[in-house]
């Protein structure tokens, strides 16, 4: 298989750094100026495979992208109708959110198109999205099981619905409001647990007449997107794996400049601090319409506890790395209702629990979570199952570990987080790749 790492024991973090562009904004940023009249700029955009591979798909449809230096592009939009029927397959890679996204925004298209991915993502379900567009007058079909490829026909016409979603999902809710842009009447999505709400701000900024709140959101079809200026955050679900690596490391002090902090996306803050954790907020700003700040980060002794359901979804990309974080506190963190890691780019509970114990920790699987119990880490083998965050959650925890840890199969880190290495070693976290 691929490239493998090998990486700690590690030494104290210091210093300051800058962490890419968010990824969820940066697949947005590209969706809305594709379909927008005019030319938007986009800044601080993420160079991941997943946010390029978005940016290919529009390309295949005509529209033009310049990339004139790294992390910005001018994307030249088509209008809400101006999209041309791809010549081949449109390949999302990796990326959930750019498959489940494309399937509404396309799917009240004049023309047909299929949408692939790799073999990660060819594993992931899409009836939940699937379901909620046939509702609307799609036409959507896919492998057994509601799996990729799909096949999307166009030329139908859509009607906007009212749908109470059945998962705490962005990407299912992102779905339906795109899908609600080319359909007659009003898209509402009801929410029982608020999710990230990028797709409704960032409709907003093209002029997109919608409203929304935690748990609610709601636009008319029939209007047009105004090209605009955006400025992407930095990624706070990458920032991540460093808030837990210089927490862990005693003696470390890193400041980690302009992280961008929706409340949605902010579960880790919380659940870090009711762990005994030092993070404090410096020089609080707004960029892209999106809170920011420096995240100071010292060193404390962490202790186990229970993790708030509440704040799962405010936190689902970082259970990786939580779950490093549990292994090195004191007693035993417990985490419910979440199912959902189930189906991201590995079993994350699965994934985890086997790494962890593999390295001597205690792990109880659940079926919607894990009890984890802290200890210490020895050094070791551990597979990343070709999943991004696991693999840099495995990074983290060999800073801590008394041997060095072998992580296998990381190549896919380039998805979200392509110079994690160079930029981890230069605030003293020991990874780089194996012989
Ligand atoms: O909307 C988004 O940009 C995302 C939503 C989340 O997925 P779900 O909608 O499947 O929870 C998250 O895990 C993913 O990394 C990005
Ligand atoms: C789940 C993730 O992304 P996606 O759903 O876009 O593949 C992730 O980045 O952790």
């Not at 987080?417 to 790749?433: H, K, S, W, Y």
């Amino acid at each position: 298989m691929g490239l493998d790492w090998i990486a700690g024991p590690g030494a104290a973090l210091r210093g300051e750094m800058d962490i890419p562009g968010d990824k969820s904004v940066s697949h947005r940023a590209v969706m809305l100026a594709a379909i927008a009249d005019g030319a938007s700029r986009i800044d601080g955009f993420l160079e991941g495979e997943d946010t390029r591979a978005t940016a290919a798909v529009f390309k295949r449809m005509g529209v033009r992208i310049d990339a004139p230096s790294d992390g910005v592009r001018i994307v030249h939009g088509a209008g809400i109708d101006g999209l041309r029927a791809p010549d081949a397959p449109l390949d999302c890679g990796n990326a959930g959110t750019a498959m489940r996204l494309l399937a509404g925004l396309l799917c009240g298209q004049d023309f047909d198109c299929d949408l692939v991915g790799d073999a990660s993502l060819s594993k992931r379900p899409m009836r939940r999205v699937i379901d909620p567009l046939l509702r609307m007058g799609a036409r959507i079909e896919a492998a057994d099981g509601g799996l990729p490829p799909l096949r999307i026909r166009g030329g139908g016409k859509l009607r906007g619905i009212d749908y109470a979603a059945e998962v705490a999902s962005a990407q299912v809710k992102s779905a339906v409001l795109l899908a609600g842009l080319r359909a007659s009447g009003e898209t509402v999505v009801r929410e029982a647990q608020p999710t990230r709400d990028y797709s409704e701000r960032m409709l907003a900024a093209f002029g997109w007449p919608i409203e929304f709140a935690p748990g609610i959101a709601r636009l008319p079809g029939g209007h047009r997107l105004r090209a605009t200026d955006i400025a992407v955050p930095a990624d706070f679900s990458s920032a991540a794996f460093f808030i837990v690596a210089a927490t862990l490391v005693p003696g470390s002090e890193l400041l980690l400049k302009n992280i961008g902090l929706n409340p949605r996306r902010t579960g880790l803050l919380h659940v870090l601090r009711a762990m005994g954790a030092d993070i404090a907020e410096e020089k609080r700003g707004v960029r892209g319409g999106e809170p920011v700040a420096d995240l100071r980060v010292r060193h404390a002794r962490l202790r186990g506890i229970d993790v708030p359901v509440a704040h799962v979804a405010d936190m689902i990309d970082e259970f990786p790395v939580l779950f490093v974080a549990a292994a090195c506190a004191q007693g035993t963190t417990r985490v419910r209702g979440a199912a959902e890691l189930r189906v991201k780019e590995s079993d994350r509970l699965a994934t985890m629990a086997a790494g962890l114990r593999g390295l001597g920790i205690g792990v109880d699987e659940t079926a919607d979570g894990a009890d984890v119990h802290g200890g210490t880490l020895r050094g070791g083998y551990v597979e990343s199952h070709g999943d991004h965050r696991v693999a840099m959650a495995f990074a983290v925890a060999a800073q801590m570990s008394r041997e060095r840890i072998r992580i296998a199969d990381v190549a896919n880190v380039a998805t979200s987080f392509p110079d994690f290495g160079e930029r981890a070693n230069a605030v003293g976290l020991q990874v780089g790749p194996a012989a």
